[in-house]
């Protein structure tokens, strides 16, 4: 009987010991999921809080509203209340596929799996093509989001995989203009397949030059360059959800989560692909000094809006 006891006071003592682990396990994880969304509203009231700052500081800049023709990157999903911007060259591809998802209602697919186009605008719904009231209504009661990049980076990867590599639309609507005026070729091919034979390449300088040139202002605009405030007007917009493109994958929990749809829908996984500062130096070192300052300043309230540092490095003799 002895015995007894004592194995059952063992077996008492194991299971309180048990239960305060358990307790002191949930304790612990509910501390840290409250940490984590603290430390997400701070950075989200950080980057509002950044971007009215320069909107107030440039009010002269941006004193018109956006025409409703322009809000063109703004798509809306009506059962979650949910405007997304999207920005070419800021992961879009993958942040279309949740907003397609979602169309689908629960339970939710894996958006990564999808095989329709998620740039086909048939599987999309379009904020500018609602009637007037409508849009004004949405964009003051709806949960509104956008991510974005640092310029400079995504100037690159705009570069490298719409101009440096050859195709048939980037070929006709740029590349053989910027050949023509840049590239020493007075009369390259206007067909795309001899053009790509003959192994023409625009290179980056050339690509720039574009850009900057007064004299293609207003057809050198395309939405995989162009200045991101200008695709999602920030100060005319008080967006909710500010996501970096360098924070992807945890920022874009973080907004399930605000959404309240975490447990429901995964987020395509994307590889975190940062530009080191030694690679951003050798891109733009090809550039002369005159035309890297110019080149900043057509992006330089893109810089400021969103809180990425002035690359002094390269703008400095």
């Known amino acids: 009987m002895k015995l007894s006891g004592q194995l059952l006071g063992l077996c008492t003592h194991g299971l309180f010991v048990s239960i305060c682990l358990i307790m002191l396990i949930s304790y612990v994880t509910d501390m840290s999921v409250m940490v984590k969304a603290r430390r997400m509203r701070q950075r989200q009231e950080e980057r509002r809080q950044q971007i009215n700052k320069t909107c107030n500081s440039n009010k002269q800049r941006f004193f018109e509203e ?11 999903d009506d059962a979650h209340c949910l405007i997304y911007c999207y920005v070419p060259k800021v992961a879009c591809s993958n942040l279309k596929k949740i907003m397609v998802t979602l169309k689908t209602g629960p339970p939710y697919g894996d958006p990564s799996l999808l095989t329709t186009t998620v740039h086909d605008s048939e599987n999309l719904t379009f904020l500018k093509d609602l009637p007037k009231h409508e849009i004004t209504a949405k964009l003051k009661h709806y949960t509104k989001f956008l991510f974005v990049r640092d310029p400079f980076v995504r100037l690159i ?4 995989n719409k101009i440096e590599v050859p195709q048939r ?9 910027i050949l023509r005026l ?31 040139d007064p004299q293609t202002k207003g057809k050198s605009d395309d939405e995989h360059w162009k200045q991101m405030n200008k695709v ?7 967006y909710d959800f500010i996501g970096h493109q360098e924070d992807m994958n945890e920022d ?18 994307s590889p975190v692909i940062r530009t080191s500062y030694e690679s951003l130096v050798q891109w733009y070192t090809t550039l002369p000094l005159n035309t890297r300052r110019k080149l900043y300043n057509r992006y330089e309230m893109d810089f400021e809006l969103f809180g990425y540092s002035r690359p002094d490095g390269l703008l400095e003799s």
Not at 232 to 238: G, V
Request: hydrophobic share 35%.
């Open 66 to 76: 956006p025409n409703p023709d322009l809000l063109n990157h703004l798509l809306v």
């Open 157 to 160: 990867s705009a570069y490298r």
């Open 169 to 177: 639309y980037f070929y006709e609507r740029y590349s053989r203009n």
């Open 182 to 212: 840049y590239g020493n070729q007075p009369n390259p091919p206007a067909d795309f397949n001899l053009a790509r034979a003959s192994k023409l390449k625009v290179s980056f300088d050339n690509f720039i030059q574009y850009l900057l």
């Open 232 to 238: 999602c007007f920030p100060c005319h917009i008080q």
């Open 252 to 269: 874009s929990e973080d907004l399930l989560e605000m959404l309240k749809l975490r447990n429901e829908i995964r987020v395509p996984q």
